[in-house]
């Protein structure tokens, strides 16, 4: 690869977070989104060093905020000893140009920090091909125009004809990798939907949910698994299928996967898409929400919004308010289809009715065909 943009996970890397409320944002909304996204900075490896929200009627063209803030983090980024500069939004490549050249600093924004935190996390074969998969579509429109060397033209021997300038060359490096890349995960995908053609006759049961929203804890009480858990944000990346322990002769398998997050990048979701597949072919999600959050309604929604973008939104699904001993007085919400219930996978709390609810439904389909013969 011709180019290689590596964001260092250093105890160097020092950052001031920026958030803008534009349109119908509000200030307070803004700032419990600047909050997760200091959540995803430390996540990275970085520190945060102090933040800024700018209220404005829409984004700026040419920095996304106001010249007057961009000259007033000119002067505040060497007093504070800061490196970096972590924008809430997406910027345009032009806007993230602009800025880098006239903080002189880096200038980076919230999906390029997300996938860089999926960069690092990734273990096994098929999240490290998707990850890099997500980072190279993000790179190509971002190519024009980053490097000055770019706009030279080769010459000498064997540059007669029309030339082909170092953009133009990196530009087609990175649609060939892109290729490949599919093509490695395509041939991935077959084999996991084999692996699916043997589970066709269990019930399908998935864990969708906020990142960090307790999904694999729940995961390990339901299968009696051990996969990797954490407090902190995408400890999963990778779909695992266990059969639960029911200790009846029901067939019920249960997937854990990746979580989601707002403003999740859509090269990720794009990518991700054959890992989701078992959410998509789930016969029940289990939409698992930390009732412990103030914004509970938001990340339900956030979760949904992301399932209609992979085309799960029709799967029946069940809101599993989990952590529910970090409050106890909460009561689930209202103005939803779903069944819902309450439970701590941490303190085994509400596990069994969970799995009593599960086995009942997996058999309605067994007494449908019974009453039909």
Known sequence: MAVVIEYGRAETEKAVLIGLAYDSRRRQ??????????????????????????????PNSAYFIGRGLVDELKDMLPELGANCVIFDDTLSPAQQRNLEQTLETKVIDRPILILDIFATRARTRPA????????????????TGAWIHFSRQYGGIGAKGPGETQLEIDRRRVR?????????????????????????????????????????TLFNRLTQSDVSTADMLFTTLDSTSRAM???HPCQIVVSDTVGFIKKLPHQLVESFKSTLEEVCLADLLLQVIDCSQPDVEERIAQTRQVLTEIGADKVPYLLIYNKIDANPGFLPLLGYEASSLTVSAACDQGIAALKAELIARSQRPLQAADSAN
């Open 29 to 58: 909304d803004v700032s419990t989104s600047l909050e997760e996204l200091a959540r995803l900075t430390y996540s990275a490896g970085g520190s945060v060093v102090g933040q800024r929200t700018q209220v404005r009627r829409k």
């Open 128 to 143: 490290r091909l998707q990850v890099e998969l997500a980072q190279l579509e993000y790179l190509l429109p971002r190519l």
């Open 176 to 216: 060939d990798k892109i290729v490949h890349l599919k093509a490695r995960l395509a041939k991935l995908d077959s084999q996991r939907s084999t692996q699916r053609k043997r589970r066709q006759a269990m019930f399908k049961v998935a864990l969708v949910g906020y990142t960090n929203a307790g999904k694999s």
């Open 245 to 247: 322990s029911t200790g």
